[in-house]
């Protein structure tokens, strides 16, 4: 079974663009979940969606927006970048079968603002 | 919101020694998920705990879900250079999917 795939794997960008990045998940797998990893703030939850509808949000602005195709597939897009959105972007797919299931992550998207 | 603490922030040992960290928290959790990351990889899945007071081997890997709901531990034996990495614990809420991290346990063996 393929595993959770990020594409990109690296990105640099400049101050003020927008980016979007995709995750497939583990086929079968109907939930993802995004998280932000920084050196300062740890691993970070971004949102969740399941069945294409965002289930769970974390704290973070609006410019953090995501969405979720009728396959699972997901991307998520940040508008107006900052210097301080770099960071490792991860994706985690997740059966769901109910709220307590294995969480299993791609290798990311490292994100450099500039 | 709640808060994971995570303990050793990191450690260094010797190989064939025993390696011992821990998760506290604030909050009760449904799940208790531990992970090792390596340099520019994603986190990946050692060990998931469902019940209160379970006791899971996976290899030289050993983790326990604490009674109270608001604990885990993971144990490492007979270290192993490859065992070097960041090691996180995760906490699964009750009410969703979302999962909370600790700070991380950065892992040096040495041969």
């Known amino acids: 079974k393929a595993g959770v795939t990020q594409t990109p794997r690296y990105l640099i960008k400049t101050r003020g663009q927008q980016v979007t990045l995709s995750c497939s998940p583990i086929?079968?797998?109907?939930?993802v979940s995004w998280y932000q990893q920084t050196p300062g703030q740890g691993l970070q939850f971004l949102f969740e969606?399941?069945?294409?509808?965002?289930?769970n949000k974390g704290n973070f602005p609006g410019r953090f927006s995501g969405r979720q195709f009728s396959n699972s597939r997901s991307e998520m897009n940040v508008s107006t970048l900052e210097l301080g959105d770099s960071a490792l972007y991860l994706c985690?797919?997740?059966?769901?079968?109910?709220?307590?299931?294995?969480?299993?992550f791609g290798q990311g998207t490292r994100l450099t603002v500039v | 919101g709640q808060q994971l603490n995570q303990s050793p922030q990191s450690m260094f040992i010797q190989e064939g020694e025993d390696v011992s960290m821990n998760c506290t928290s604030s909050s009760i959790f449904n799940t208790w998920l531990w992970y090792k990351q390596e340099p520019g990889e994603g986190p990946v899945l050692l060990i998931a705990?469902?019940?209160?007071?379970e006791l899971t081997s996976n290899g030289r890997l050993t983790a326990q879900f604490g009674i109270t709901r608001k604990d885990s531990f993971l144990n490492i034996s007979a270290s192993i250079p490859s065992d070097v990495g960041i090691y996180f614990c995760a906490g699964q809420e009750t009410s969703g999917s979302r999962l909370t991290f600790g700070e991380g346990t950065q892992l040096t063996v040495n041969p």
């Open positions: 969606y399941f069945s294409e509808t965002q289930r």
């Open positions: 086929s079968g797998h109907r939930s």
């Open positions: 985690a797919s997740s059966p769901a079968q109910d709220r307590g299931t294995e969480a299993f």
């Open positions: 705990l469902y019940k209160a007071g």
